[in-house]
């Protein structure tokens, strides 16, 4: 077998060599083990309708989200979870359970939205599909179709045989695919069966092909495997040598495509672009192009420190959503082909320099001369020329073709200054250009087909002069000394030119930007300065393109250290964008427009194309399958066909902007993870927090001490999970969306109970954000003491309290206000009607006393004078103390009444108002009394002193104050300041009046005029 093996080798090294199919090298990234994959061997792939990729293993069924692993394993202790860890083929059906086969001897179907499992007896499985009723077809590692119909129950897998009258012979079956219509294609060892179903639930046989016979030397299996093409309505084949299709509409085979030497042995994918992929005998992994036939050889350029791990078997299974190719392996993990990373090839090496001619027909680099439209006959010569000069001591600084296609060279001879070198003919024969003392130290591509030469006349080198050149007959055209001198030490001393729509001549130099009007001879400059028309922040321009909207008006400008930046021709306005705008790096190699008006920049970490309409970025850096990130200076050029070249560190990459442009599907975002205090949280191992997979849950409900919350965030986008970014809000808490960048999580830290939405969206790889996003309804629950009927028991409680409080505050006012009746009565039964007897008495003792006792009725006066003064005293003590008497209006009528009395005994008018007082309105015993004091005193006080004709009583509210105001008309008062107000008093009845007034809290405002009368006002809130 080993010698028959060797022999079957070199069969297909020699086939190999004679057919010399096209090589196609292809980055690849590696998952194993040390990312959270749980083992090496990966059977299968499936990626969900969500964007999880599924991978079954020897030790357990894993989901990826592009960060972290979750892995389902066999619990014998959890009847929900899967039934066998040695899973082999998965399948999502319809309802989006997840179909998990193994070799274990059962299925499992797992339960996205509850993450729970059910299993079902079956042999090993080796694959697994879904008809058109929803039946789940098994095929077995020995080759057996089964069927399970849960619709009935069942439990087990059933062999097919045993559910359909009408079932072929079919024993060894090797895969099985299920069309739009219902039928059903299976292929065997040597057959392809279709079978349609019937009304009656049963199948019909619809035809049978035989398959290509094959001899496989080494014993190992052949496998007739079916890839759909839905977009074609068909399906494709592997078969030994060929590539077979079966259309739907008429189910015959027709071989498409030949493999090569060696045979097939299995058929995994087709891509997007319509190339399937096989694995041949040899382990060689091919794609062969099912529209022109066309074969490639496929090299893993695996990322890892084994240089043979991409030849160890690896089998394309899935293509995701963004085109990305993956691939499992016997044992080393699952490998990943990135979609962009064929966009962009490498053409050289090493990529100092790059450039081409103004039609973009012809690529310079500092190693090689490339036509870019195919072979060309002149190549090879001009290859052979910079070979020759290269091996004469001499340095290509850099090339020009002009209009006549002859190549103009830049070289540096050793001992011999600098020489202008002209290819003559398409043989390579050169010319040397006279300058005549003048050295050339830069070609460059001017208007109208003449080249620009920049010259030096000192020692050092020193660029002082512009010359044009006519390639045609090589004379001079027009002299242009430089307005300062450019020093040409690392750099060129024009990084770039430019020729606008009205001839003038832009150039970025070493010593700022350049304008040339080459009509007059005059220049403009703008070197470094202040903020404003007329400076630059730096003086190092390495690019200049015109604006591809508004090239009359606009000009872009890269810089060193300084970004980007769009001058207004006319102006000299300057916009500015550096990293902080989105820029990956300040330093601006090289600025190339495409056909959609889009301007890309090579820099020090990746290539950025922007959108000069809406100031949009989008890097693409080595993860995109770029050779290397950083780039270099003066390396940029663009071909006819719109193709761009940039010149880097680890060589020059092409690619076609257009493929890009496609790039506008958002991916989905996902909410992965939670973990609370940095402790992973899963529905399996905390069921109560979370009844289902968070990233299938609406609602989260935490308690009140949950101090740290962390989500972890996911997009569908695998091709660069490192390039993903995510911005998220809180609603309820955040007011803005927070840009976290790539860091794919969001925590939050004690947050206040109550209900809140959290929202996540991420940009992919491609730059486009999922603007629908993913959201999650937060409750963080209330402690014990916050709840809402905790809170109602404390208001019920604080309104019994107060209620309690207001019936104790109003039994107490009632047993006093009874005291206060109590007195009153007494006060008036008792001693009011003693006093009133002692005056009566002293009446009766003075009329029957003779005239002659005349000291003695004087003493009996005196008697009843005071008698009827304590009488008239008790009764306002008595009033006052009365609580029948608490309202203001009470008040305001006794007073009334006193005033009567005194206008009625004096003989003046008496204007006594209190309409508008508040009826409801109570003061209190001291507020009563001490109001009532103060106008007795200052009414007596009128009547006694003033001489007045009117008195002017108003009592009302002001701004919530209780007001009260007398005014007369009599003679006034020189001063009020302890003036007597009452004979009888002493004097004392003003300071008697404010201190009644200062004991009720009030103000009290006397004024007085001789001759202009009298006005106290007293104002006090109740």
């Known amino acids: 077998m080993r010698s028959l093996f060797l022999l079957y080798s070199l069969a297909l090294v020699l086939g190999a060599l004679a057919q010399a199919p096209a090589i196609v090298h292809l980055r690849t990234e590696l998952i194993t083990v040390d990312d959270g994959l749980p083992q090496g061997l990966v059977h299968t792939l499936l990626q969900d309708r969500q964007g999880f990729l599924w991978m079954g293993t020897k030790d357990g069924l894993a989901r990826y989200d592009g960060y972290h692993f979750m892995v389902f394993r066999n619990d014998p202790a959890d009847s929900s979870s899967i039934c066998g860890n040695r899973v082999n083929t998965l399948l999502e059906d319809r309802d989006g359970l997840i179909w998990a086969g193994n070799e274990m001897g059962c299925v499992s179907a797992y339960e996205p939205r509850t993450g729970r499992a059910r299993s079902y007896d079956s042999p090993p499985t080796l694959l697994l599909r879904q008809d058109s009723v929803g039946r789940a077809w098994m095929i077995s590692s020995t080759g057996k179709l089964l069927v399970l119909d849960r619709r009935t129950g069942s439990r087990a897998f059933r062999p097919a045989k045993e559910l359909f009258a009408a079932w072929p012979g079919i024993e060894h079956a090797v895969d099985l695919e299920v069309e739009s219509n219902g039928r059903i294609w299976i292929t065997d060892a040597q057959a392809l069966w279709c079978l349609a179903p019937e009304a009656d639930g049963d199948l019909r046989l619809v035809s049978r092909q035989d398959l290509p016979s094959c001899t496989d030397p080494i014993g190992l299996p052949i496998s007739f495997n079916l890839i759909p093409d839905p977009r074609n309505e068909r399906y494709l084949l592997a078969a030994c040598n060929d590539l077979l299709q079966v259309k739907w509409s008429d189910g015959k085979l027709v071989s498409i495509a030949k493999s090569g030497a060696s045979p097939i042995r299995w058929g995994h994918l087709l891509d997007a672009k319509g190339r399937m992929w096989c694995s041949l005998f040899d382990q060689q992994l091919v794609r062969m192009d099912t529209a022109t036939g066309s ?125 202008l070198i002209r290819v003559v003919d398409r043989d390579g024969h050169m010319l040397p250009v006279p300058l005549g003392d003048r050295s050339c130290q830069q070609i ?8 620009m030469v920049c010259t030096s006349s000192g020692p050092l080198g020193e660029v002082d002069e512009l010359l044009l050149i006519d390639p045609l007959d090589l004379q001079v055209r027009a002299h242009f000394p430089l307005p300062r001198l450019l020093v040409t030490d690392d750099y060129k001393p024009i990084g770039s030119s430019t020729i606008a729509p009205d001839g003038t001549i832009w150039m970025g130099t070493v010593a700022g930007l350049f304008a040339l009007d080459p009509r007059t001879g005059t220049w403009r400059s703008w070197v470094k300065g202040p903020e404003g028309a007329g400076h630059l922040p730096g003086d190092m321009v390495l690019a200049t393109c015109l604006d591809p909207d508004a090239p009359d008006r606009y000009l872009w400008i890269g810089m060193e250290g300084q970004g980007l930046a769009r001058m207004d021709q006319r102006t000299g306005e300057l916009k500015r964008y550096t990293a902080e705008n989105g820029l990956p790096n300040n330093v601006v190699y090289a600025i190339l427009p495409d056909d959609a008006g889009m301007l890309w920049m090579s820099t020090n970490r990746g290539l950025c194309r922007f959108d000069p309409r809406t100031g949009a970025m989008r890097v693409f850096t080595k993860e995109h399958g770029l050779p290397g990130n950083e780039f270099n200076r003066y390396s940029a050029a663009r071909s006819r066909n719109g193709y761009m070249y940039f010149g880097g560190m ?14 506008t599907v958002p991916s989905p975002t ?45 997009s569908t986008d695998q091709t660069a999970p490192a390039l993903n970014e995510f911005r998220y809000q809180l609603e309820g808490l955040d007011t803005t969306w927070v840009e976290s960048g790539t860091a794919h999580e969001a925590t939050y830290t004690n947050l206040d109970p109550g209900q809140y939405t959290f929202r996540v969206q991420s940009r992919n790889s491609a730059g486009v954000w999922d603007r629908q996003g993913a959201s999650l309804a937060l409750v963080i629950t209330p402690p014990w003491w916050g709840t809402w009927w905790f809170r109602s028991l404390m208001v019920l409680a604080l309104a019994g309290l107060l209620y309690a409080l207001y019936r104790y505050r109003l039994a107490q006012q009632l047993r006093l206000a009874r005291v206060r009746d109590r007195i009153a009565r007494d006060l008036h039964d008792e001693i009011g009607s003693t006093l009133s007897s002692v005056a009566l008495f002293s009446e009766v003792a003075k009329r029957r006393s003779d005239a002659a006792e005349t000291g003695r009725n004087d003493m009996l006066d005196r008697i009843s004078s005071s008698t009827s003064e304590m009488v008239e005293s008790m009764n306002d003590i008595v009033w006052a103390v009365n609580s029948r008497n608490d309202e203001l209006l009470h008040v305001a009528q006794r007073m009334q009444e006193f005033g009567g009395r005194v206008a009625e005994a004096v003989g003046f008018e008496l204007d006594f108002s209190f309409e508008g007082i508040d009826e409801d309105q109570e003061l209190d015993m001291v507020q ?23 008195l002017v009583v108003r009592v009302g509210h002001e701004r919530r104050e209780v007001v009260l105001r007398i005014s007369d008309d009599g003679k006034g008062m020189g001063s009020t300041n302890g003036a007597p107000m009452n004979g009888t008093s002493g004097g004392n009845g003003l300071k008697n009046m404010q201190a009644r007034a200062q004991e009720i809290g009030g103000v009290l405002n006397v004024e007085s005029a001789p001759g202009a009368g009298t006005t106290v006002e007293l104002r006090f809130k109740p």
Not at 654 to 662: E, H, I, K
Not at 685 to 702: A, G, K
Not at 930 to 948: D, M
């Open 295 to 419: 074969v490639e050889w496929v090299e893993l350029d695996v990322q890892a420190n084994d240089p043979q791990l991409a030849h160890r078997g690896q089998w394309p299974v899935i293509a995701d959503r963004q085109g990305n190719v993956w691939l499992g392996s016997a044992g080393y993990g699952a490998f990943q082909v990135q979609a962009s990373a064929e966009r962009f090839h490498v053409r050289e090496p090493m990529g100092y320099l790059v450039s081409n001619d103004a039609e973009g027909r012809y690529l310079i680099t500092a190693q090689d001369f490339h036509a870019l439209d195919g072979p060309d006959p002149w190549t090879a010569p001009m290859r052979t020329r910079i070979d020759a000069l290269r091996a004469a001591c001499c340095v290509l600084d850099e090339g020009e073709v002009d209009r006549l296609g002859r190549l103009w060279l830049n070289v540096s001879i050793q001992d011999a200054g600098r020489n």
């Open 928 to 950: 009563r009394k001490n109001l009532y004091l103060i106008f007795k005193e200052a009414v007596n006080n009128a009547a006694k002193y003033s001489g007045c004709s009117n």
């Open 670 to 714: 996902l909410i992965t993870r939670l973990r609370l205090m940095n402790k992973v949280v899963t529905y399996r191992t905390d069921p109560e927090l979370l009844p289902s997979p968070i990233s299938q849950l609406r609602e989260l409900v935490l308690p009140y001490d949950t101090r740290m919350i962390t989500f972890d965030l996911a």
């Open 444 to 451: 460059l591509s001017g208007p109208d087909g003449l080249l």
């Open 650 to 663: 680890d060589g020059v990459v092409n690619f076609d902007p257009a493929v890009f442009a496609a790039d």
